[in-house]
């Protein structure tokens, strides 16, 4: 079989906010495509002002680059696409990936530090500098959230690791290794911590007692010749990388089938909520489905494409 190579890339978008639907003007619009960003990795619905804010890595994932975090419209326009931006009033950026929004404040996963901007200016507020036991590899900071009680969680992707940072600003490695399957996409329900694997096929949960389970198994596909750069993917690695609650159903995305699935409550009700393009289908240009999120107020699904450009919105069924 001929090797089939799947790249990380950045692809500069044609257009700063072409607006494609599937529905007439002006109504609520089942599918709108925002273009404009660089390697938009995150995004989340800022419900106080009412605008996504979607972090643009602004190149490879795997190296040191500009970044920046965009404002967009319910609407698909975009506000403004560099409101906070790496070297401008202050703020350092190098590659923005997860974000989360917590009284007021806009955490984000940069690399290797955590940072934190007033969610309605942009002002930076502080930094907290996450420690590296995995030296001489560098840190892959990847997804955040944040508890009630001012609690971080960051996925570490290629390390296999999760830290904690505390309500006071401490941060440590709360837990690391092959059994937690390389995370990504965070969420945190019920005083417990659950994520997709990026590595495998299967989203899995930290218990109160400390114990690894797995959630719930998707169906594993071949992915006999793909690789992440130069390196093969482990067999059924479906390069899971977004994870959202939508009612009592797990919404994951999948770079390599480039499906949104939805888990029903019994973990074994899966779904195809929406297709993009995958790795299996396009090994050397897949479209990316990245850390997705939810406009509860609108019932929407927000999908970034990192390799497109684009931020997809999409109708969700209630």
Do not use: C
């Amino acid at each position: 079989m001929t090797t089939r190579h799947l790249v990380l890339r950045s692809l500069r978008p044609l257009a700063l906010a072409a607006l494609f639907a599937a529905s007439v003007p002006g109504a609520d619009l089942p599918v709108t495509v925002v273009s404009g960003f660089i390697s938009p990795e995150s995004v989340v619905h800022d419900p106080q002002s009412d605008v996504y804010l979607v972090s643009n890595v602004g190149g490879s994932p795997v190296t040191v680059n500009h970044g920046f975090i965009s404002r967009v419209s319910p609407d698909g326009t975009v506000l403004d696409l560099r409101w906070i931006q790496d070297g401008v009033n202050g703020v350092t950026l190098h590659g923005p990936k997860g974000l989360w929004l917590h009284r007021n404040e806009l955490y984000v996963a940069d690399v290797d530090t955590l940072r934190i901007f007033n969610q309605h200016t942009g002002v930076p507020i502080r930094n907290v500098t996450l420690p590296n036991p995995f030296a001489p590899a560098a840190l892959f900071l990847n997804h955040v959230v944040v508890t009630n009680n001012g609690t971080v969680y960051i996925s570490d992707q290629l390390n296999s690791a999760i830290f904690t940072v505390d309500p006071e600003g401490y941060a440590s490695v709360l837990a690391s290794g092959p059994q937690l399957g390389n995370p990504d996409g965070f969420l945190f329900n019920d005083g417990e911590l659950s994520w997709v694997t990026f590595f495998g096929h299967e989203v899995r949960r930290l218990t109160a007692s400390g114990k690894i389970i797995m959630e719930a198994p998707l169906p594993a596909v071949d992915v006999t010749g793909l690789k992440l750069g130069p390196n093969p993917l482990p067999p059924g690695a479906l390069l899971l990388d977004g994870y959202a609650r939508w009612h009592d159903s797990l919404l994951v995305s999948s770079w390599v089938t480039g499906q949104i699935y939805r888990i029903g409550r019994s973990g074994t009700n899966i779904q195809t909520v929406f297709q993009v393009v995958g790795a299996q289908d396009n090994p050397s240009s897949p479209d990316g489905p990245a850390k997705i999120n939810i406009d509860y107020s609108r019932s929407r699904l927000l999908i970034p494409l990192f390799n497109k450009g684009q931020l997809v919105i999409l109708r969700l069924p209630e």
